[in-house]
């Protein structure tokens, strides 16, 4: 495990080596001990977006995604009305699934570079035409953090229900189901949660599983379906990713261990800090206002000058032991470096070593 580079990217990421032994016992899918780990594995979900009675957690397989379009395909009927707040590429993807399920959907298309303004939500919303919006908590096209609270005060105001991305914050940034009311969440297990790729799931207001007027048009992407079969027998529908769910709930453990999400984001915060403070000093610019930063991965300007080159920088640093992330900005190029996953302030020292050693080497070749 040791020759493996560390991971600074915004997951899949570096977990423990406890999380990656939790998954050498092999389960059955339909035995009582699983269904156990399911059912904890839910509780502990709701538990850390302080979501009551009121809602339930569907863990499915895949990747993030996969959670994202459930939620859509589960709570939205196709004459609704969805408002897509997008101030990046995952804003962008939910449009992208609307409109391949032929969703009444408008998107308010923002600029990558700014959090979103919550005034902008009330304008779409002032019209009436939307039963619910979509909007991503860290955009982690840019790094930005996007104001949750204050958005979901513009949807309780509009009478709109509130579906969030949550994927790259949920575990460490606040998500809260109580203060916002969110109608639904989704995330997956391989991002601050620190587990590996492979379930995402969905913290939704129960009552809107119960629509009698819509159901989802994807038979393995029903949330509703799933959340029934979990009620009835515990069990999932499908091929659980048992080592997945295995390794998922051995990173709650470590979670709650580190001192929860509040802990969590210390440590991400100081690796945040430290980093852009060493990438500042070796003359590399992060793009965002430090003030609307998340604490989950930076994006970095790429250097104009002849010297840089990303796939160059990329496999010198691979060398040196340390994966960083392709940008995905809209309107500039740019690198991103994660400050997500088993990472501490030691690993982001060693890793500014690292990108002074490669940057020296690169320039000095010019
Ligand atoms: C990672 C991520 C996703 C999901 O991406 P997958 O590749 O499907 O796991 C969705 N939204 C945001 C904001 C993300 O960071």
Redesign the pocket.
Known sequence: MTDAPLLLT??PLTTTDSVKRAMLRDWGSRDPEFEALTAQVRAELLAIANAGDAYTAVPLQG????A?EAMIATLVAPDDGLLVVANGA?GRRIAEICARMGLKHDVLDLPDRAPVPPARVAEALAEGRHRFVAV?H???TSGVLNPLAEIAEVCRAAGAKMLV?A??SFGALPCDAAETGFAALAA?SN?CLQGVPGAAFVICDKSLLLRDDHRSPSLVLDLAAQDRQFSADGQWRFTPPTHVIAALAQALDELRAEGGTSARLARYTENCTQLIKGMTALGFQSVLDPATQAPIIVSFSEPAEDWFDFQQFYDRLKAEGFAIYAGKMRDRATFRVGVIGDVTPSDIAAFLDAAGRVTRAMTERH
Do not use: L, N
């Open positions: 915004p997951g990747s993030g995604t996969f994202v995952y991503i860290c955009e982690t991305d994927m790259s997956s991002k």
